[in-house]
């Protein structure tokens, strides 16, 4: 396996992950443009896994699983951020008969959580230089 070319691979789909994001909140479209910051959060922890065990990242969402695999230290407040973010792949895709999540994700709390993902995943592409 060619280690770099496979992280190169998740880093890419992690920037293409938080282009969507953007787009998707630019089009109102809040509860995906949630689901697609975890994904760029699970695609640059999967860059993160590949760089550190030399081996394919495994089949996961769970954020904070992936961390933990990729031997990140996390605090309790990201640890926190990082569980609330894997909710976001179940709840945007499969909503509830109320719609609660949908009902939850006005712009202003789209905004704040966007703004939390962009933070993480910053912190989390740093460790890759």
Known sequence: MDIQRVKNYWV???EDALRVMHHLYEKDDYSYALFFGHLAIEKILKAL???????HAPYS????RLAA?????LTDDIS???EKISRYN???RYPDDKRE???LCTEEFT????????????WLRSMLM
């Open 101 to 103: 999540f949908r009902k």
């Open 80 to 82: 926190s951020q990082l």
């Open 111 to 122: 905004k704040n959580e966007l703004s939390q993902i962009e933070e993480i995943f910053k």
């Open 12 to 14: 890419v789909e992690a």
């Open 90 to 92: 179940i709840e945007s």
């Open 69 to 73: 695999l990729s031997g990140i230290e």
């Open 61 to 64: 969402h769970n954020l904070e």
């Open 49 to 55: 896994y590949v760089i550190r065990n030399k081996e």
